[in-house]
């Protein structure tokens, strides 16, 4: 190959990479409704998602978990006295004594 073959063959290499760069380019440019609406709902996932870790570290962080189980032990435990009160009337009144 002479020195005016190998210029030729790297010119044209040359324009066919920036033609294939510019297509890309191009392509990157005008996305398509797709992928805006793909876009879109990942990033509102992600605010919402974020939001949402705060919120529940701030409520860690308040104790709000621990007064949730305190009150529903409280709850629980009033609700079945009554109930072992009522069941006991219930047996009493069916055994006649």
């Given at each position: 190959?002479?020195?005016?073959?190998?210029?030729?063959?790297?010119l044209?290499?040359?324009?066919?990479?920036?033609?294939?760069?510019?297509?890309?380019?191009?392509?990157?440019?005008?996305?398509?409704?797709l992928?805006?609406?793909?876009?879109?709902?990942?990033?509102?996932?992600?605010q919402?998602?974020?939001?949402?870790q705060?919120?529940?570290?701030?409520?860690?962080?308040?104790?709000?978990?621990?007064?949730?189980?305190?009150?529903?032990?409280?709850?629980?435990?009033?609700?079945?006295?009554?109930?072992?009160?009522?069941?006991?009337?219930?047996?009493?009144?069916?055994?006649?004594?």
């Amino acid at each position: 190959m002479t020195k005016t073959q190998v210029l030729a063959i790297s010119l044209i290499l040359l324009l066919i990479s920036t033609g294939i760069e510019s297509y890309r380019i191009r392509k990157r440019e005008s996305p398509t409704y797709l992928s805006q609406a793909q876009d879109m709902l990942s990033s509102t996932w992600e605010q919402v998602h974020g939001k949402t870790q705060e919120l529940i570290e701030k409520a860690r962080s308040t104790g709000v978990e621990e007064k949730i189980k305190e009150y529903y032990e409280k709850g629980t435990s009033a609700v079945f006295t009554y109930l072992n009160i009522l069941s006991d009337q219930a047996y009493h009144w069916w055994q006649g004594n």
